[in-house]
């Protein structure tokens, strides 16, 4: 197959660790990244330390984004226990809350259900609500959404229970949107074996026939997002290793092989996405925005050489037949043949007001 141009993809669920986990990923390291994967907008999630849980962590937040970000950000607001009476009122700053019902890496997690409930009828329903609910906590959380009228999106589906559950709720009328990230489109929990930590990543890795319903019910999904959650290796080696995987820069090769293999059609991974992340999250999309890709020769995945900070993924040696060739943002080069082009500070930051860029000027995006 030939190269083709698509639109800059929209990543809706990523984890650039600052602040406080800046040994991870940083914006500079981490938008570098999303460009040589062809990612041109990244969202990016509140679990940092501290989260991003009020007004001043996210003003903090958004100032170090604009100074050094390559591509386009938006940033969530965190739900915690101690923010129900507040965290609504930054719903116009932030792309959307999101709530953390299920155990992961961070402090976030709202796990008792009367606060739950409060979280969601106080977010605006014009915002969408990002859940990480897994199993059977998923369908509880859709009901509240429903009782609500509120826009729930679910993050990483990875079970067969789960995407039956969010197609069960959308045939009573709930308003809801869903993603998948590629780790669980590819890999199972066979491939814990030979991954070892490597592959530890929340939600799990799940069962042959989780994956192959994912692929079946595929027409359901709204998003592939990467939840490119890096840590280091020295912290994936450790006597406690974290959850979690980069996956910024393999998502379109591994997308695109399925597209070479006949299993996903390119319009639809062009919906999946960027049109659907655009419409879901009201994001900005421009036509001068592109990613060039090869697709057809196959090559093996490198286990080091990436522009993520912690420089490892969990597909190295993997065979795919998709290249990103260069990436091209509002007109400009800034990724081609593997050099990150855009300096720190050239990307927006989306949502709220008066953004200061690299270049001195102060803009306003909406
Ligand atoms: O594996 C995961 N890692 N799942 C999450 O939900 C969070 C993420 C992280 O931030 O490391
Ligand atoms: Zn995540």
Known sequence: MPQLTLPGLIDVHVHLRVPGGEQKETYATGTAAALAGGVTTILDMPNTSPPTTDASRLAAKRALAAAEARCDVGLFAGASTDNVDTVFRLAEEVCALKIYVSTTFGPLRVADWALLE??????????????????????????????????????????????????????????????????HLVLTVDDIRHLGPWG????KLASPADRAALWHHLPAIDCIATDHAPHTIAEKTSANPPPGLPGLETMLPLLLTAVDDGRLELARLIELTSTNPARIFNLPRDPRTSVEVEVGPRYRLP????????????FAGYEVAGRVLRTTL????????GHVLASPGSGRILFGQQVSTSTGRAKRYG
Request: proline share 8%.
């Open 330 to 337: 509002r007109g400009t080069h800034v990724y081609e043949a």
């Open 303 to 314: 286990a080091q050489g990436w522009q993520t900070k912690v420089d490892w993924t969990p």
């Open 118 to 183: 409060a979280h969601i009828s106080h977010w605006p329903a014009h915002k969408p609500i990002v859940v990480h609910a897994e199993g059977p906590l998923l369908p509880r959380v859709l009901l509240l959404g429903a009782r609500y009228g509120k826009h729930i999106h679910v993050a990483h589906v990875a079970l067969q229970a789960e995407i039956e559950a969010i197609i069960t709720a959308r045939e009573r009328g709930a308003y809801i949107t869903c993603e998948v990230t590629p780790h």
């Open 200 to 203: 530890d990543v929340r939600p």
